[in-house]
């Protein structure tokens, strides 16, 4: 901007507007420059962090919770300042959306110029060439045209130009490499691409989980119909729930597999799905379902993420009449598969709700998939559902689920137990087929178990997007890195030797216009060849 | 697929050796480093030559530089030292080879299932590099800097870590683990080699700034133009190997996981790790930024490395963590 210093352009009085615009302009050349787009970069990465150091709302909420209680003050701070959701925060955001006008701001110029650079020819042979990096010269006795056609052909591949100069001299000046600027560009943009639809990802998307029996019965179907058809949704910011993919599965069975130590070695799943047309005409298809073998249809893909046992009970009132009820117990550990959970009852032909909510029942307790008993203690012994059994307290009274507060179905509510509204009126070890009595004559038994899994369905229209430009920046990364631009040229001069003896003088220089490192061999090479013909003694 | 009990002791015997093989070549490079007048010599030839290669005017590199040294080799007592720890490390990485092979085999998958298996690996990778690099530079001396991660990394995976050969369990069992843990790891393994350059390139700028800082020490270092030109190739060649693998585990996440990316800890700082690398690259191509801020950002990136390999899988909870 050096021309502002022109007596022509001082008359120009600095209006507010001028000002504006000069204060507009020196911001975009700040933020599109290329020390301001790594500067952001770094910010985003620092930014990322706390995200792995402290624990994150839409991977862990209670774990969120708790760290909040634990941390008082700083608990709150940190929450305040949406330090739980890192990556949906109002600074990570804008840090994401500043990256992405500089990155368009700087590539933009850097277009132009790859393709004015692209059209343009090699440049002029510099008049000193001895003065580059790579520089060798002799005199060779042949013809100036002979030596340029042989370094021509010599340079195949290297784009060139024959130039006159003064002097009668000749030269040819040649580069090579101009797929690095390509590569770079193509890493640059497809960086771009990826914050973009990354970007349109988050908007777009959308993942719920939901847990169903895997027996092929009711309880194993599952429609993508609505949110509440799930456990837990997790829209993307522009997903309002009404329009999901339809699609139906049913679960018809689960199989784990262990090794003898225990530990697991797979986990699938049969089952049958519709979508699309296979809807209307009710058509089902089977699916293997594996971890890592998601089940892809329409758009949507079916993921097998955990599971677990489901003990039934059938408890059969004083009045003879029977209710079966079985629903998924929690695993409290993993590798042995040791379960609670709390199976509740209402008790039947009651219909005054006040004595109804006094005879509720709640069949609490562990479940251990290969029972091992120390002293009363049930534990389990191992993953495999080879030797079921229960240890249940029974509960009765006010369960609470009508009090309008929401209720886990893991768990009752302690509150009511500990108002007196909820007893303890059982407790006992029960294997299969095993009951127990009430006071009251009403029975308890442990009928067997049904396996649950836990499934997520994943919906995201831009991750092909994602995928492409990754893979572009990926190529584009190769041909920056380790393609070298590079420069040759080659000059020859008519001289006249002793006893009138034509010759030529080659002269021969190179430079690497970006890391000069190993361009010297490949320049060795090309000037031994082109010098190597009959030289001249001396 | 049971495991086979007596490779896997094999394995572990060779993996314990491969350590102490490696602990004794580091006695003889300290040796060496300490005693050897080689070191010196090395900084001030390589100087010599580094100041041609690097574009002084009206020369080729074909031509030999003037003042160098005398091409016959004087066999002190120091170089047969740095040649026996050479080949005291050609030794340990074999049986290092050989005990990633063996456990392979005992458990009939690829040796990188866990952190023990996984630290093999990357540890196998450094040592190989620095192989590859001792060919090109005359940097024998230095080996000891990079020997001592190496056992550290190794000791810690041996004993702490160390998980007996087993089956992957189930979400581990992908070809994608194959590919995104072995591009990962080789580009992990990699990038100790220019972080423990760049080290010593800032205690080398240091003391040519100060000649009492780090005055034993710095003088038996090499010239800066070469431990940044060590840093610069290596991080050159890991950095796509690296990118490489983040993508496949971007790709493999969105089939084990349900999508390609959701900020788990790991995922998070191998992003932060990218970041500070591609940073490094950018350094390099700005005036002002080369030498003393590329190797800062370079070890920066190093540290990022190797948090990411400790502390996101032992402390922090995310998928990733192996168990
Ligand atoms: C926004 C402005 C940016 C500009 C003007 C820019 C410019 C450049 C240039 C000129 C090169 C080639 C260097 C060379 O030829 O040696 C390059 C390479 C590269 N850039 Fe950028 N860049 C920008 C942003 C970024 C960002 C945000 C990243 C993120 C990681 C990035 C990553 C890379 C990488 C990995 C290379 C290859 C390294 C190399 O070729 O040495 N760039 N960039």
Known sequence: MTDTLTPEREQYRPTRIRKVLAFLRNTWRGLTSMRTALVLLFLLALAALPGALLPQRDLNEPKVREYITQHGWWGQLLDRLQFFDVYASVWFSAIYLLLMVSLVGCLAPRSVDYIRSMRAKPVLTPRNLSRMPHHTRAELDADPDEVLAAATKRLRGWRKVEREEKNGARSISAERGYLRETGNLFFH?????????????????????????????????????????????????????????????????????????????????????????????????????????????????????????????????PDGSTRTHSI?????????????????????????????????????????????????VLTSAGPQLTDPAVAVDVMRGDLGVDSGRGQSIFEIDQSMVDSGRLERVARENLEVGQQLRLDDGTTVRFDGVNQWVSLQVSHDPTQVWVLGFAVAM????????????????????????????????????????????????????IADDLLSGDRKAR | MPVNETLSQYSDWSYTTAVAVYVLAMVFFLVEQSFGRKGKQAAARTRSRELVGAGAP?????????????????RTRADRMGNMGVALTVLGALLHLLSLVLRGLATDRVPWGNMYEYIAII???????????????????????????????????????????????PALQSYWLVIHVSAAAVGSGIFLIPGVASLLYLVKARNETNPAKFARFGPKLPGLEVLDRIAYRTTVFAFPVFTFGVLCGAVWAEAAWGRFWGWDPKETVAFIAWVIYAAYLHSRATAGWRGNRAAVINVIGFAATVFNLFFVNLVTVGLHSYA
């Open chain 1, 328 to 376: 998924q117990w929690r695993p409290v550990d993993n590798t042995t598969g040791l379960s609670e959970g709390a199976t509740k009852f209402e008790t039947p032909g009651i219909t005054d709700p006040v004595e109804r909510r006094e005879n509720q029942l709640a069949v609490t307790g562990l479940f251990a998939p290969t029972a091992m008993l120390q002293g009363k």
């Open chain 2, 58 to 74: 009206a020369t080729t590199e074909t031509t030999p530089p003037a003042g160098a040294p005398p091409a016959r080799p004087e």
């Open chain 2, 123 to 169: 540890c196998f990778v450094t040592v190989v590099t620095w192989l590859v690099v001792l060919r090109k530079s005359p940097v024998r001396h230095l080996s000891a800097f990079v020997l001592l991660p190496v056992v550290m990394l190794m000791f810690i995976g041996g004993t702490w870590l160390y998980a007996i050969a087993a089956p992957l369990q």
């Open chain 1, 189 to 317: 943009f497809g960086m771009l691409g990826v914050i973009i639809t990354f970007a349109l990802g988050a908007m777009y998307s959308y993942e719920g989980q939901v847990i169903v029996f895997a027996d092929g019965s009711d309880a194993s179907e599952f429609c993508n119909s609505g949110i509440y058809a799930y456990d837990s949704f997790n829209p993307g910011l522009r997903v309002d729930g009404t329009q999901l993919t339809p699609f139906c599965f049913r679960v018809n069975d689960f199989k784990a597999t262990y090794a003898d130590s225990g530990q697991p070695i797979a986990y699938e799943s049969n089952l049958e799905y519709q979508s699309g047309d296979d809807l209307a005409d009710n058509t089902w298809r089977p699916y293997h379902l594996e971890v890592n073998e998601p089940l892809r249809t329409d758009g949507d893909r079916v993921y097998l993420l955990d599971h677990g046992f489901a003990p039934e009970f059938t408890v059969t009132f």
């Open chain 1, 474 to 525: 990926f190529a584009g990364l190769g041909g920056s890195l380790f393609i070298k631009r590079r420069r040759v040229w080659v000059r020859v001069t008519p001289a006249q030797g002793a006893d009138d003896q034509r010759l030529t003088v080659v002269e021969v220089g190179g430079l690497a216009r970006t890391d000069q490192a190993g361009y010297g061999e490949e320049f060795a090479k």
